[in-house]
């Protein structure tokens, strides 16, 4: 949470976040599905929780003035797996209930996920994050066909001609994650729509210059 208020007064115009479900549905933010004492989330209920640990809610008001960027964590991997995506329905019926459709994009690495978002036809973006190594423009297509808003690459997967491929295809391209300053303007330059950073501050002044 002191993170995201850090966001804000750095000058960051959006906040990034990973969502999971807790035992009793509560949705949470914690990139994790364990957390640092070995206890899984999904296994415990919204009270038992630490303190500390927000949930979806109180994270998404409190980054009141900036767009959220909500990650869905959703791999088959993981203990908390969610098949039938759940949580993608929770999500969008959070997010209408606090009317924030115009100020958040879901995203996650699960095609299935995003897919559930967008067939909700409630109007919130959604866009598709790529591991490195994959081929941008040979997924762009597909992407777009699919209603979604933007794609989500590595930020070593994205060129100049990929950024112009996504836009040509109605696409927003948000790369992750970038605390290179050089390539942050390099980036800019080529005409990406966001940058995913773990140092605003910087990428503010440094966007700023150009």
Request: net charge negative.
């Amino acid at each position: 949470m002191a993170a995201f208020g850090a966001a804000a007064r750095a000058g960051a115009d959006m906040v990034e976040l990973d969502v999971r479900r807790a035992a009793d549905g509560t949705l949470v933010v914690h990139h994790d599905a364990v957390l640092d004492d070995g206890r899984l989330i999904i296994e415990l209920p919204g009270p038992d929780l630490p303190d500390w640990l927000p949930d979806l809610e109180t994270a998404l008001v409190a980054c009141e003035g900036m767009a959220v960027n909500i990650e869905i964590k959703n791999s088959p991997r993981d203990a908390d797996f969610d098949p039938d995506d759940v949580v993608a329905g929770g999500v969008v019926d959070l997010v209408a209930r606090l009317h924030m459709r115009d100020r958040v994009i879901v995203s996650s690495f699960n095609l299935r996920t995003v897919d559930a978002v967008r067939a909700t036809d409630t109007g919130v973006r959604t866009g598709w994050l790529t591991f490195p190594g994959t081929d941008l423009v040979a997924l762009i297509a597909a992407i777009a066909a699919g209603g979604h808003t933007a794609v989500h690459p590595y930020d070593t997967s994205v060129t100049a001609a990929s950024i112009d491929a996504a836009h040509d295809a109605g696409l927003e391209v948000n790369a992750w994650t970038v605390d290179d300053v050089d390539r942050m303007k390099e980036l800019a330059g080529w005409g990406v729509d966001g940058i995913v950073t773990n140092d605003p501050a910087a990428a503010v002044a440094a966007l700023r210059a150009r």
